[in-house]
Structure formats: C-alpha cells, structure tokens
C-alpha cells in the first residue's frame, strides 16, 4: 500500500508533518555541514545521498492531497536568511562540475536545454526548505506543510531533481570511465550570448581528474 493510501485511511497530520519537517531539518544541516568545505572528498556522493533523500519527502509531499492554511494570508516571518554564502561556497567546491545542462519543463514540445548551476540549485532549495520551516517552529503546522507542498510542486521540486540528476551523471561519468563532454560555451550569463568561454572549463575535464578531489572513484572494484 503506497504511503498517500496509509495516510488516507489513517489520517494522523501530526505523525505526517513531524516526518517531513524531520527530513527537511536534516537536509538543511546537512547540506549546511557540506558547504563548509571541511571534507571536500566526500562533497558529490554526500550531496546524491542527501537530494535522494529529500525528493522522498517530496514526493510524499506531492502524493498527499492538497493543503490548507488555516489563515487566508500568510504570516510574515521576517527577513529571509541570506543564502549568498553558501552559494559561493558550494561554486568554489564544486568549480570543475558547478555547470550543467538542463530541460525545464519536458512536456513542453522542442523544449531547449537551458545551463544551471548546482550551488544556485542548493540554494534556492535551501531558501524554500527554511521558509517553511520557519513556520513550522512558530507551531503555523498546516501553514508549513501548505508552503513546502505548494514550493515542491512549483519550484524547488523541479530545482532538487535536475541538481540530482546532474550529480547522478557525474558520478555515472566517473564509475564508469566515462570522459565528460565538451560543454561547447555553455554558460548561465544569459547576456553574454554564447560569446564568452565557460568560466570554469568543465567540458574538457575527464573523469579521472575529478574523482579523486570530488570524492569519487573511477573503474572497477
């Protein structure tokens, strides 16, 4: 019986709420520890864990019917913590590999890859995450559960699973022997136009110069 069906037929929000707001702390001081540098070797593999982890959460977030806040207006709460550092931090650890390709929406027709970063992606998912929490701690239960139910459907949903998916292929790229592509120019600065180089030069790094700083291994066992 799928999780959504247990919570139908047992309806019990607190259990539910606790589960998620548990597995949503947990992201946030992990990947928190992780921007830190302190153990760089390990940053990729522990950044797949944690994503898979939370898209779990997620996904039972989207599985679950809809949300209601009690209020008709959300309460305010406050400045949102900045995220600026973090994001720096996790494009200094992750420079060779920070780029990749990716398609926003693939049920649109002839849709185009578009280039993303994945500290930008950890820290527009960092800044929604916290957001509900914040009204999680000031005991707004269903206010929390509504934002990060609404967020995961129309923004850090989409961001989590395109950032997995990149580290996913990087790690596939490196267990497999597998150079990286050229990335042929591909930048996020959508006003350079193409016409500068890619500022980190990930295209024509291989796999094998990666893996040891990432925290990777290539060949077999």
Not at 41 to 54: C, G, I, K, W, Y
Not at 84 to 113: G, M, N
Not at 150 to 161: E, I, Q, R
Request: glycine content about 8%; some cysteine.
């Amino acid at each position: 019986m799928s999780d959504a069906t247990l919570h139908d037929a047992h309806p019990d929000p607190d259990d539910f709420a606790v589960q998620i707001s548990d597995q949503i702390e947990s992201f946030i001081v992990a990947v928190t520890e992780v921007a830190k540098g302190d153990e760089p070797d390990s940053a990729v593999p522990f950044l797949l864990l944690e994503l898979s982890q939370l898209l779990l959460a997620g996904g039972r977030l989207g599985a679950h019917e809809d949300f209601v806040p009690d209020e008709r207006y959300e309460p305010d709460v406050g400045p949102e913590p900045d995220v600026d550092e973090l994001r720096e931090r996790f494009a200094v650890l992750l420079e060779p590999v920070d780029i990749y390709s990716e398609v926003f929406d693939p049920y649109v027709p002839r849709s185009q890859p578009v280039a993303c970063r994945i500290s930008d992606d950890l820290a527009g998912i960092i800044t929604d995450l916290r957001h509900g929490m914040a009204h999680y701690r000031e005991g707004r239960i269903s206010e929390a559960l509504w934002w990060w139910q609404f967020s995961y459907l129309s923004n850090w949903g989409t961001t989590a699973s395109a950032a997995l998916r990149a580290l996913q292929s990087l790690v596939a790229h490196v267990r497999l022997d597998s150079p990286l592509d050229e990335l042929d120019g591909l930048d996020t600065d959508s006003s350079a136009g193409g016409d500068e180089e890619l500022a980190e030069e990930a295209g024509r790094v291989m796999a094998a110069e990666i893996a040891g700083p990432l925290g990777l291994r290539s060949g077999p066992r």
